[in-house]
């Protein structure tokens, strides 16, 4: 287990602009930058693959795969994949990537004996930085077109500083094809796998919408960790025509992507679905009940989901951060894949 440094209210109070939230805190509360486990430590567990996309827009994409059968379980089973996308720059950070996009612990004896086996893949997106250093060809690269294509003008004026968010609104992205035709090809490789779950942290969670909006009859559920797209009322719909279950995590006070601009516009309607769940925490925190916190040239310390499902939405004296989810992020996978008994 890490060594975490913990940082008090009153240290977080003298830093303002890494800690804006930090009045909010409770007098005995602290911040921690780190897990309470070591990422890194599966990550030998992945194959490295490409997939040939054909696409000289961005390339070959670079991705990586746990199969179960490898590791142990029957290769005569059925398994479900869980198809996961890292937020902005994790290409950058190469095999980390997986962690960033919160599958990393999954390939854990422990977690894969917990599910049953389950297959896991993690693509690349192909990123670039540009001169200003600001990365660029994310997930959220979407492909020509009108922007805020299929809202309503009622919707796109409920939408918090409308005028400059249109990339998180409605155009599809130009990896969605490329990264389905990676999915077929991946399941025709491994006739094992069953079920079939997409998940996106931040950047990533705009891919993983795009994918399920694109092609809902393909997925039978669908994560989102602080992700990074408002979903149209139509599309919503297509989604709950499909019986899509979604979970949908997003800590209310994320710097990153703003809670009230991503979540707050269509919390009615999603609080309204069938088979979609909410995890909306006031503070995102760590296993040892810290306020969790990534340091990275800008705040992210309410854009760290990702880190929580991988502690499993548990403390370490075992008590859910998310009553509702009392078996944490193994409970949610079991229930959508048929393995909960």
Not at 44 to 66: H, L, M, T
Not at 109 to 117: D, L, T
Not at 180 to 195: Q, T, V
Not at 207 to 219: C, L, Q
Request: charged share 20%; hydrophobic share 35%; proline share 7%.
């Amino acid at each position: 287990m890490n060594t975490q440094r913990k940082m008090t209210k009153a240290e977080c109070l003298a830093n303002p602009e890494l800690y804006p939230w930090a009045g909010d805190m409770a007098e005995n509360d602290c911040v921690s930058t780190e897990s309470s486990w070591t990422p890194g430590t599966y990550l030998d567990r992945f194959s490295n693959e490409i997939y040939p996309s054909g696409k000289e827009s961005f390339g070959d994409i670079r991705y990586y795969v746990f199969d179960p059968t490898a590791h142990g379980f029957p290769k005569n089973g059925s398994y479900p994949l869980l198809f996961a996308l890292h937020g902005s720059g994790g290409s950058f950070v190469g095999k980390t990537a997986i962690s960033w996009a919160g599958a990393e612990r999954l390939a854990s004896p422990e977690w894969q004996e917990a599910v049953g086996g389950m297959y896991i893949i993690v693509p690349l997106a192909n990123e670039s930085r540009d001169s200003e250093g600001d990365t660029q060809h994310t997930w959220m690269t979407p492909v020509s077109g009108k922007p805020y294509d299929g809202y309503t003008a009622e919707e796109i004026e409920r939408i918090p500083h409308h005028e400059h968010w249109g990339s998180l609104c409605g155009n599809d992205s130009v990896y969605t094809k490329t990264l389905m035709a990676l999915l077929r090809s991946e399941c025709e490789k491994h006739p094992a796998i069953g079920r079939k779950i997409v998940s996106g942290a931040s950047a990533g969670g705009y891919g993983a919408w795009r994918m399920i909006i694109s092609h809902p009859d393909a997925f039978d559920a669908a994560l989102f960790m602080a992700g990074a797209y408002i979903p149209s009322l139509r599309e919503l719909k297509i989604l709950e025509n499909a019986g899509m279950r979604l979970w949908i995590c997003h800590g209310r006070r994320d710097e990153c992507v703003p809670f009230d601009m991503v979540i707050r516009p269509i919390l009615p309607i999603l609080q309204g679905m069938p088979g979609t769940e909410l995890y909306l925490p006031d503070f995102v925190r760590r296993a040892n009940g810290c306020v969790a916190s990534n340091l990275s040239g800008i705040q992210m310390g309410q854009h760290c989901i990702n880190d929580e499902m991988q502690e499993n939405l548990m403390f370490l004296d075992g008590t859910p951060m998310d009553p509702l989810h009392p078996e944490g992020f193994i409970g949610w996978l079991k229930k959508v894949t048929g393995h909960e008994r």
